[in-house]
């Protein structure tokens, strides 16, 4: 299964949510008992996680109530689990959020904690993103605080590594992207992780690693995980991220290595990510 998440970062209004998740079920809504290919996940700015959230528990009640139809069932007669199942964990769009702050609470004004995040539904947090290292000086020591903070709320953290150009240019950007990873990913077990390769370059820029570029990567970090930490994970994906559209998303979800994909811009607009979606289907 790949794992698409669109990263909506600081754009984007309650309308907008509105158009977009419209557009998602029209295009994508796939029923249970139809096989998975692609897990999408939901990043808005965190004001709209609550808003979303209650339009996919109602929407998950609806799919009960279609459930109950179908199989001649009452509503009430299905065990908490399958209601869990079906109103929670068979959600067609999963939430995530774009940060979270590195305590679980406390005074740390503007933060939202995991342990917040949990109490909306999120599933996924975007952690130690380029822009929150460059704009808010977060460091790996943060970052692997977070990854910590998302893991122990049972939430799964999707962890962004990058080099800027110039590492890329010295050709030092596989010792910069092992030292990330080393310092970033606090020593506990993972039920699941996600690793975002986002080159800081390719990052709103147009330009996207090329497929070599993308494979050479994810071959080192797949190995770096191996070799260099003994940290248990029991499900691992890396995804690529940096300018990517629906006219490069096949091509670099097709390289060995890659199970995803972290999309910024080509997120904000459903024309445009539905395409990716549907090429991908
Ligand atoms: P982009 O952003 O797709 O606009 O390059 C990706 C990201 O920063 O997550």
């Known amino acids: 299964m790949k794992i698409i998440v669109a990263n909506w970062k600081m754009n984007n209004g309650f309308d907008e949510v509105d158009q977009w998740i419209e557009a998602f079920y029209e ?85 939202v904690s995991a342990k917040q995040l949990k109490e909306v539904n999120c599933e996924y947090i975007i952690i130690g993103h380029s822009e929150r290292r460059k704009y808010h000086h977060e460091t790996n020591e943060i970052v692997s605080k977070k990854v910590a903070l998302a893991v122990k709320n049972d939430i799964t953290p999707i962890l962004c590594i990058g080099e800027p150009s110039e590492i890329r240019q010295e050709g030092k950007h596989f010792e910069y992207i092992k030292n990330q990873i080393k310092n970033s990913l606090p020593f506990i077990g993972y039920k699941k992780l996600l690793i975002a390769y986002e080159p800081i370059w390719a990052i709103g820029t147009g330009i996207t690693a090329t497929p070599i570029e993308i494979a050479e990567m994810a071959d080192f970090v797949h190995n770096v995980l191996k070799t260099e930490t003994s940290i248990f994970i029991e499900n691992f994906y890396l995804l690529y991220g940096g300018s990517v559209n629906s006219s490069n998303s096949s091509e670099i979800l097709d390289i060995k290595g890659i199970d995803g994909l972290l999309v910024g811009k080509a997120s904000l607009n459903f024309d445009e990510f539905g395409k990716i979606l549907m090429n991908n289907k």
């Not at 994508?28 to 709209?48: G, T």
């Not at 869990?84 to 740390?108: H, I, M, P, T, W």
């Open 27 to 111: 295009v994508f809504f796939k029923k249970i008992e139809d096989d998975n290919v692609v897990e999408v996940v939901l990043c808005p700015p965190n004001i709209m996680l609550d808003y979303i959230d209650t339009q996919l528990i109602e929407d998950g009640f609806h799919f009960l109530e279609y459930l109950s139809e179908k199989y001649g069932k009452q509503p009430e007669e299905f065990s908490l689990e399958e209601i869990k199942k079906y109103v929670y964990d068979s959600r067609a769009l999963k939430l995530g959020a774009q940060d979270c702050g590195f305590e679980n609470e406390g005074q740390f004004t503007g933060d």
